[in-house]
């Protein structure tokens, strides 16, 4: 487990783009405004509040950023993002029942893409559906996107700042 957990963040990092490598408005304006801000105080705790599931901190923290930058973005009161969770399989299994039922501009939050060989194959599985346009990849987790204004299907692996 720790052979692949070093092997998959060695191939990670040597592939991630900083905000210099990215072609994507879209993206650039994620980076930009999700991960490279500090986030407000407020918007932490009420997502932390709201979130009962025991996430390290570090995910946390990088999962409250991406779900105010998507309630900004969407400016609609409802949800915008859905975030997955349990097994690799429970994952696998809700991504594929959401799929065709999702809006456009919708969000699938998936943490710790990177933990196990099973969560891997998950995430890798989910990003070659043909109906996911964009997919975002940042070591502690994978966002997958219904946008119709990417004509290609896009990928990005991304390096968090700081």
Known sequence: MIFF?????????????????????????????????????????????????????????????????LQQESQQEEA??????????????????YIPQLSEGFCLLIPYIHDSPARAAVWKELVADKRINLSIEIWQLGLLFFREDFQEKQHFVLRRPG
């Open 80 to 97: 915008c993002y859905l975030i997955l969770k349990g097994t690799p399989e429970a994952i696998r299994q809700a991504a594929f029942e």
């Open 5 to 69: 957990r070093l092997k998959t963040w060695w191939h990670y990092h040597r592939n991630a783009l900083s905000r210099h490598g990215i072609h994507s408005p879209f993206v650039y304006r994620f980076v930009e405004e999700a991960l490279r801000p500090a986030l407000p105080a407020t918007a932490f705790q009420a997502f932390r509040e709201a979130d009962n599931t025991g996430y390290r901190s570090d995910t946390l923290e990088l999962l409250a950023r991406c779900s105010h930058f």
